[in-house]
């Protein structure tokens, strides 16, 4: 795999990710510190599976012809508020930043928690990527304007994780990613759903990791976590953003998109799921139980989501942690046969995952009516 020239770079080696406005220069920075490519870890970056982050294209004209008149206040407030960038010069190591001890860190935790750190990276950078294509490829100033400052958001998330990662030795090659990647190409309405839902998400999850290791500190096994607060922010941001691009066009949340909706939730929700069963030491060095953890934070993505979709998923059905516990035992399963080659057993558990995404995916939603005011502060 291909080693960067460090000497090749033109970006001043003063300036630090956390500075940076604009992600060009932030993900050239990036690729020039990452001088020791890590061929495991971009291994692991350039996964497509459906549980890996992806990376996505989508329609740019159609997302460059929204016109924002219809929330233009809300927008407003929401640019300034971007605008005034709270976060400069917060994704950064400071004396906050204890000191970790990689070497003796037990294996399979330090597995996990890489695999963590590598997968969070792809995610973070799979939105640089996908905004700043957005603010290259556009024309419309509001668009454009969001897209920008989103990606430079992105952009110091993914720097920052960086930063953590070279201490253990590992770097993911963002240049090679950008170019060898698969990108999955999705309509701008699915990009609005998918993303939305993820930078929800992301905040919730962030968010109920943060006030947990702010009650059990003795669990915060690394200094990453302390700076949650300020990035759960930011991607809570984010997803107000997409929220009131979904309101300027009142057919995205009603009619037959409510069954998308619903897609989009289930499929996310079971993602993260079944992904953070796959991580049993790294939840428990956190003192988290992965299944309190995943209802926390599909309670609160519900009562956040609620500012825009007309549903929420009924997570106290009784199918409902029966469909996830399925769905996972199938995913570990098809795991086992995929690396023994084993054709038929593939095969079944293909089915039982399937399976148990219909019987997830058919429990009855619960409707409520959408607010007015759209625009929420983090409040958890
Ligand atoms: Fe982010
Ligand atoms: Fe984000």
Redesign the pocket.
């Known amino acids: 795999m291909n080693i960067q020239n460090p000497q090749k770079s033109d970006v001043a080696p003063a300036k630090h990710t956390s500075e940076i406005t604009d992600a060009e220069e932030s993900l050239k920075l990036q690729e020039a510190q990452s001088v020791v490519d890590s061929e495991s870890a971009t291994e692991v970056a350039m996964q497509n599976t459906l549980l890996t982050p992806r990376f996505y294209t989508t329609d740019f004209d159609e997302l460059d012809a929204i016109d924002v008149t219809p929330v233009r206040e809300d927008w407003d407030k929401l640019i300034a508020q971007m605008v005034s960038d709270p976060n400069k010069g917060h994704f950064k190591k400071n004396e906050d930043w204890d000191h970790v001890d990689w070497e003796n860190m037990e294996p399979t935790l330090k597995k996990e928690f890489l695999d963590f750190l590598i997968s969070s990276c792809t995610a973070?950078f799979s939105?640089c990527v996908l905004y700043k294509e957005m603010k290259r490829r556009g024309n419309n100033k509001d668009i454009t304007q969001l897209f920008q400052l989103?990606a430079r958001?992105?952009a110091r998330?993914a720097g920052f994780i960086n930063d953590a990662l070279r201490e253990a030795g590992v770097a993911v090659n963002l240049g090679f990613l950008t170019q060898k990647k698969k990108y999955t190409y999705f309509r701008p309405k699915f990009i609005y759903y998918a993303t939305y839902l993820?930078?929800k998400i992301?905040y919730a999850r962030y968010i109920t990791i943060f006030r947990h290791l702010e009650k059990h500190p003795e669990h915060r096994f690394h200094p990453i976590f302390k700076w949650f607060e300020e990035w759960c922010n930011?991607?809570f941001s984010?997803?107000e953003a997409f929220a009131l691009l979904m309101k300027t066009d009142p057919k995205l949340t009603s009619g037959k998109n409510v069954l998308w909706i619903k897609f989009f939730l289930t499929a996310v929700y079971s993602t993260m799921y079944v992904r953070d069963h796959q991580r049993p030491a790294f939840h428990k060095a956190l003192g988290v139980d992965p299944d309190w953890y995943a209802h926390e934070v599909f309670t609160k993505t519900s009562e956040l989501t609620k500012q825009i979709y007309p549903i929420t998923l009924d997570i106290e059905h009784p199918r409902w942690q029966r469909g996830l516990e399925k769905m996972q035992k199938a995913n570990a399963d098809l795991a086992v046969a995929t690396k023994d080659g084993k054709f038929f057993a593939k095969i079944g558990a293909q089915a039982r995952a399937v399976s148990a995404f219909i019987s997830l995916i058919t429990i009855p939603a619960k409707k409520h009516k959408v607010p007015t005011e759209t625009l929420m502060r983090p409040a958890y």
């Open positions: 973070e939105g989103m958001d992105e998330h993820s930078e992301g930011d991607e984010h997803g």
